[in-house]
């Protein structure tokens, strides 16, 4: 009989296996995916830690298990599948929204992978994508900020937050900032006007004192329970309250009518509405890196923490300690 050699790769990744606290963040071997028509397999070189990955460990966010964690990243396209010509091997690219990045290797689709310019190094743009391109589509779409307005930013020294401040400042807005005290300087640095300790001071009468009892045209809230009920009396005539996120817990019920008092617009928008088309992607991740590679827009890397000890990224993350991105290296 005759031997038929089988060659399998195999990889480091985190892998869940059931939801829970930091230890079900396992290191372990896999098989190396390979990529199907219209999909790439890209070497990892350097991953984006979100928030959103610890509502996917924890079970908040619903995941089919098991799963390996992460939706950002950057790296090297090691090979194509069938079908590819926006991506070729050897290419330096980033992506978001495409789940597995916890892994020395992903499989993506081909049209969710940027190329990088020559500027921008792979750390940097592991950094940029996600939370660079929700700032762009908070500033510019969700509610396109105007030259002489007044705009609110929670968690103004978090990675979305300074980013959205600073590019609601490239705008000509007048900006609001909240954060903890030990973030305000941050909050500062990235250009807020004034800045609120949120966790002591009452950011809804210093707003309305300060705009003198107009309120913002945009409130972006990313903290959710502890915040939601103040940041819509922020809120000026036919404003935005973009509820993005929840870091505090999710806001409770309520009575959609409070929107009557200034006709505001309340909207709960992801990433993934605002990247729906190839061009679209491209637009934003564009504007970003262009950006960070000129300089107009600053971007802070927290710390960077070896992928297997994946545990003590969401740690930090969880402690309200980083300010800036949190990069896991394989
Ligand atoms: P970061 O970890 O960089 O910043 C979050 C900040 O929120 C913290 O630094 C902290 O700042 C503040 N915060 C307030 N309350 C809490 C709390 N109870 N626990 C922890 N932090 C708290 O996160 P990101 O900037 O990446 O993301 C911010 C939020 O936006 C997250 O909820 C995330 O899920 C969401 N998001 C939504 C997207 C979308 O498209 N809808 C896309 C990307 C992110 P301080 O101590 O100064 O208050």
Redesign the pocket.
Known sequence: MAIRWVYVTHMKAILVSQTGGREVLQYVDLDTPKPGAGEALVRIEAIGV???DVYHRTGLYKMPLPFTPGSEAAGVVEEIGAGVDSVKKGDRVAYAMVRGAYAEYAVAPADKLVPLPEAIDVKTAAAAM??GM?AHYLSMSVHRVKSGESVLVH?A?????ALLVQMAKMRGARVFGT??AK?LDIAREAGCDVVIDYTKDDFESIVMAETGGKGCAAVYD??GK?TFDKSLECCGLRATLAL?????GTVPPFEPGRLAKNGVFLTR???VHYTDTRKELLWRAGDVLDWIGSGTLKLRIDREVPLRDAAEAHRA??A?E???KVLLIP
């Open positions: 979100n928030f959103i996600l939370q929700t968690a020294a978090g990675g979305v937050g954060a903890s973030h990313s903290v502890t993005f996120g929840q870091s505090s928008p992801s990433l993350l969880e309200r980083t300010t800036g």
